[in-house]
T-cell receptor
Framework: DTEVTQTPKHLVMGMTNKKSLKCEQH?????MYWYKQKAKKPPELMFV???????INESVPSRFSPECPNSSLLNLHLHALQPEDSALYLC?????????????FGEGSRLTVL | GIQVEQSPPDLILQEGANSTLRCNFS?????LQWFHQNPWGQLINLFY???GTKQNGRLSATTVATERYSLLYISSSQTTDSGVYFC????????????FGKGTRLSVIA
């Protein structure tokens, strides 16, 4: 069983909708991540939070807005998305944001933008 | 930045066969992980192996950091082994996120 939980598993939204993806971990990890994955491609890093502060933003459009309410929770707020934003969105966590730690992924949220 | 190359890109196996997947990287690393992405999209940790050899059941991995490669061995493959295997590496500079290879897509047929 994954110890990183993502909801919802599937989401369909229109281009004018506002929705949120949620991620939760209870492993005591201090770093949390959002990745985007298109079909037949590796995951692409979007954001990194370290100790609840945004430490990396990989030039992601502002229609994606991350939020880290506490060390266990990570949200991704979605607004005015485009059809090309349809993808699998993966949350991950690690003990620290330094690259020496093991990364654990959630099951993903599959997003379709109509 | 560091380059990560995985081979082969695609692999089809008969159930019961053995296979070796390779991950080459272009610089020194202090983190290397192997993941299996199942057909439903979940990325499952297989090994955290910046150096040395580890085994877990039918799977084992070896990383030779000085020669900049890692190998993932799958023995007696099963249909549930199907999916994409990713190698991801972290470089010595510390805060740079993991870099993923493009993956090896494995299909195990009964």
């Amino acid at each position: 069983d994954t110890e990183v939980t993502q909801t919802p598993k599937h989401l369909v939204m229109g281009m004018t909708n506002k929705k949120s993806l949620k991620c939760e971990q209870h492993m005591g990890h201090r770093a949390m991540y959002w990745y985007k994955q298109k079909a037949k491609k590796p995951p692409e890093l979007m954001f990194v939070y370290s100790y609840e502060k945004l430490s990396i933003n990989e030039s992601v459009p502002s229609r994606f807005s991350p939020e880290c309410p506490n060390s266990s929770l990570l949200n991704l707020h979605l607004h005015a998305l485009q059809p090309e934003d349809s993808a699998l969105y993966l949350c991950a966590s690690s003990y620290s944001s330094g690259n020496t730690g093991e990364l654990f992924f959630g099951e993903g949220s599959r997003l379709t933008v109509l | 930045g560091i380059q990560v190359e995985q081979s082969p890109p695609d692999l089809i196996l008969q159930e019961g066969a053995n296979s070796t997947l390779r991950c080459n990287f272009s610089d020194s690393v202090n983190n290397l992980q192997w993941f299996h992405q199942n057909p439903w999209g979940q990325l499952i940790n297989l090994f955290y192996i910046p150096s040395g050899t580890k085994q877990n059941g039918r799977l084992s991995a070896t990383t030779v950091a000085t020669e900049r490669y890692s190998l993932l061995y799958i023995s007696s493959s099963q249909t549930t082994d199907s999916g994409v295997y990713f190698c991801a590496v972290g470089v010595d500079s510390g805060n740079t996120p993991l870099v993923f290879g493009k993956g090896t897509r494995l299909s195990v047929i009964a």
